[in-house]
């Protein structure tokens, strides 16, 4: 399926116009290339670290990433699997592995918003001025937002990516616009069937972003012209078969019983549904007038059906409490930041072409200026402006410093902040400091780390927790309860940044 537009020489579209786009675009990804390097240690870093080591241990059973169980886990997703090989062939640490695969993420996500975008563009476009466009694609997909940060993974703002471009949601998402520009392209059955494998190697590696690829997947075929013959749909069909096929036949977890998972994710995602004016103000505006310009002209447009199917997900998670539906959130402003991107080279000349031009600017140039404090993550803040330093944002230490006793595969106890961090260095918790949906005790598991802290539990019931979970070591603050440190059934080893704990279990 091919759609092409035409594009029209004018003095947006000209050389200092195009090197704007192509120097804006640069800079961003030396950014992130800089942020790959430093690979800022926040957020999820730490499960999907631990997944790739469990990989790296054992390809085919790895058990629980985060606890010492033997159960199936959503996150040994093909591509974990491709990055637990790297490690496992290589010898290489799992972080310098991350950082491996972020530069692969980083590079396919970059070429897919180069391929897809130029399947809006007629094939006899010179090269600069596909570039100029991807590249004011590139920027508005990251820049254009609002003026209050909105960080979450599987979201393509700059402070999103920063922090998550080695997650599997950066993957995902890269892989996504090389499954809509497929689409868009697609003639034979080869390009479906390859279609239907790369949608299903989405779904596996991140659900949420999955959902997202499901929905621009659809508009780009329902958005096709012409209107797909029996044949097309037949081989259409025969993709979806094949991406099902693969998705129930992948060993490492149930993907369709991730369905009933809902219930448990609700609460952690209420907050994607505040404060969004504040956050996404400045792509509603700017991208409502662009999606209106292609609307005016093409009913069918599939930028604009992406964009209502997205924004039906996603309203209809608000209005029912299915706060986790608001993952969908990007395939509403995907397909409006790409329609930005595009229009603005686009748009016939006149006083529309002029103030979208100059509104955009303006949007980019505010957006950057809100996302600047992802500078912080590659230079030191002594080096900043006083206004950005003031964006500045610690990383997490981390716990490498408890490495030199414990080994992999001990069992520490600590509090949920740590739970997150530790496995990523090759030990288990008690408790995982993720939602964990395949662990059927993790209720328990949870409820023994809270008696185990809790003030005025009896020395007998916490000395029971540590026998039945064969715990090693505990890491622990000295406010945070527990045994205390003169305990005999404890000896101190370490102790880390901020006064921090580590005691060996007698």
Known sequence: MTAAEATREDPLAAAPARAAAWAGAGCVLVLLLAVVVRLPWAGDLGIHAATVERLRHDLL??????????????????????????????????????????????????????????????RAAGRSRRAAVAGLVLLCLVLLWGTTLFVWSGYLGLSSLALCVAYPSTFALGASFWLWALLRRATGWAHFLGAGVLWAVILLSHQFTGVVASLGALAMVVGARPWPDRSGWLRLAGGLATGLVLIALWPYYSFFALFGAGENLEAIHRSLYRDLPARLWLVALVGAVALGLRWRRERRDPLVLFCLAGLVVFTAGGLTGHWSWGRALPAVLIPAQVAVGLEVFRTPRGAVRTGLGWAVTAALLLGAWTQSGT???????????????????????????????????????????????????????????????????ERAREAAVATYFAAGTPRRDRLGVLRRYRVGWVVAYRSDGGLPPGDPALERVAVGPRGQQLYRVR
């Not at 886990?73 to 592995?97: D, E, I």
């Not at 964006?391 to 509090?415: C, F, N, S």
């Open 61 to 122: 059973d790895p058990g629980d990433p985060l606890v010492a169980a033997d159960a199936d886990s959503p996150y040994y997703s093909p591509w974990t699997l491709l990055l637990g090989c790297v490690a496992k062939v290589t010898g290489l640490g799992v972080f310098v592995v991350l950082r491996v695969g972020a530069l692969v993420s980083l590079a396919l996500l970059a070429g897919g918003v180069w391929a897809f975008t130029g399947t809006f563009l007629e």
């Open 375 to 441: 500078l912080g993550h590659v230079l030191p803040r002594a080096v900043l402006p006083p206004p950005v330093a003031a964006k500045y944002r610690e990383p997490w230490v981390g716990y490498h410093w408890i490495t030199p006793w414990v080994a992999y595969g001990d069992v520490v106890l600590a509090k949920t902040f740590p739970a997150r961090q530790i496995p990523a260095y090759g030990p288990y918790t008690v408790a995982p400091g993720y939602p964990d949906f395949f662990l059927d005790d």
